[in-house]
């Protein structure tokens, strides 16, 4: 099979989706890989390394695109990608839809098969090509929250670990999930007092287990939201419904209610955010103030750790590569009930029902495609 990785376009982001490693496999079962010149660079693989794994180079983007039948990116594809993109072929990437209507009809109408990292699942009830970014952007989300908290980006001027004499800052991490569980580790690590909430007591249980009471766990109500906005430094957003937009579970008026210069951090402004407030941001400019409350809301956090992120997304995703790349999209997604799941578009039609329901489209079931 043919295949494409082009380089990243996104603000800030240096991953790529495929590493010289990945390429030598897919080459070793004979197929075709093109890279974008430059596409590894960010990540720390130069072109040489490509070369060396038998991959070619393209320094022309619409040539890689044009000439691609299974596309490997990163980031859902930007305005310029998504016209790039043709009937007939297959796109591998994240896409988080239900938070983007535009680039739903825009892959409609572009008649590809596309098939997103973030909705498909495992045999345990997880969602194994997404969990290792959520462990880098939950790690991330703390180091974030902490600088944002500096009198200089507009926050209260805590020091979240406290001193001796002077009592740590307060974390509420809401959604106790993948990211919400590393960002309420790394807040422990810093010695800041920590609650998670969750809707899922099975949750709970299992970080209440791993803590051994190190931090509270809580169930999440809407009068338990209001006490931790009430009392937070910093508020973490980590909740997900796999495919779906996010709740929004801070409302604008609960702003009036939290410290002024107290920090949230949306890590779920991918699926559309939890707080009423979010809205996305860059690397470049990862921040603004709403009612005196600083917000950080960037879509693609793990881009900036780009040699670790990459390293930890191609693990995941190589399997996946492989069957696609070896069986084509129609075989591979039949024989694995969990990579059925990821189809989200194919031939102008909406696959996955969640990003359906969010625009008042038509669902087609998956299965029906493939069988
Ligand atoms: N901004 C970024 O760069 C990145 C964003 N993400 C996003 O972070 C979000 C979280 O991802 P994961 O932790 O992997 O998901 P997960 O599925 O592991 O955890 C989500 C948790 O939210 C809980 N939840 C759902 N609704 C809730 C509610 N109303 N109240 C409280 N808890 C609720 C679930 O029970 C679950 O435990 C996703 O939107 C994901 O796409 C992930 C990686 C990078
Ligand atoms: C999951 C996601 O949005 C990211 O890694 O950028
Ligand atoms: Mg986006």
């Not at 695109?65 to 009937?87: F, H, M, S």
């Not at 400019?285 to 040699?307: E, K, R």
Request: glycine fraction near 10%; include cysteine; aromatic fraction near 4%.
């Amino acid at each position: 099979m043919k295949i494409a990785v082009p380089k990243e376009i996104k603000n800030h982001e240096y991953r790529v989706a495929l590493t010289p490693s990945g390429a030598r496999e897919l080459v070793a079962r004979g197929h075709s890989v093109a890279v974008q010149s430059g596409a590894g660079e960010g990540a720390g693989f130069p072109d040489a390394s490509y070369e060396a794994a038998g991959a070619s180079l393209e320094a022309k983007v619409d040539t890689l695109w044009r000439d691609a039948e299974l596309i490997l990116k990163v980031k859902e594809p930007q305005a310029e990608e998504v016209a790039r993109l043709a009937a007939g072929q297959t796109l591998f990437t994240y896409l988080h839809l239900a938070a983007e209507e535009m680039l739903t009809r825009g892959l409609m109408a572009s008649g590809a098969t596309c098939i997103a990292y973030e909705t498909i699942t495992d045999r345990q009830g997880g969602l194994p090509l997404l969990a290792p970014m959520s462990t880098v952007a939950g790690r991330m989300a703390v180091q974030a929250g902490a600088h944002c908290l500096e009198k200089a980006q507009g926050g209260a001027g805590v020091l979240l670990p406290g001193v001796p004499g002077v009592a740590p800052g307060k974390v509420a991490v809401i959604g106790g999930g993948v990211v919400g569980e590393n960002a309420a580790r790394m807040a422990l690590g810093l010695g800041a007092e920590v609650t998670v909430l969750d809707k899922s007591i099975e949750r709970l249980e299992v970080l209440d287990d791993r803590y051994q009471g190190r931090m509270k766990t809580v169930f999440s109500t809407a009068d338990a939201l209001d006490q931790v906005v009430r009392e937070s430094d910093l508020i973490v957003g980590a909740v997900l419904i796999p495919g779906a937009a996010a709740p929004k579970l801070i409302t604008r008026a609960m702003l009036a209610d939290m410290k002024p210069g107290s920090v949230l951090v949306d890590v779920a402004i991918d699926q559309g955010g939890c707080f009423e407030t979010s809205r996305a941001t860059t690397h470049a400019d990862p921040t603004y103030i709403v009612d005196g409350i600083v917000h950080y809301c960037v879509a693609n956090m793990p881009g900036a750790v780009a040699q670790t992120s990459t390293l930890a997304l191609t693990n995941a995703t190589m399997p996946f590569v492989i069957a696609l790349a070896d069986k084509g999209w129609q075989q591979a997604l039949a024989n694995d009930a969990h990579f059925l799941p990821g189809l989200n578009v194919h031939d102008g039609q909406v696959t996955y029902r969640a990003v359906a329901e969010a625009f008042g489209l038509e669902s087609v079931d998956p299965t029906r495609l493939v069988s």
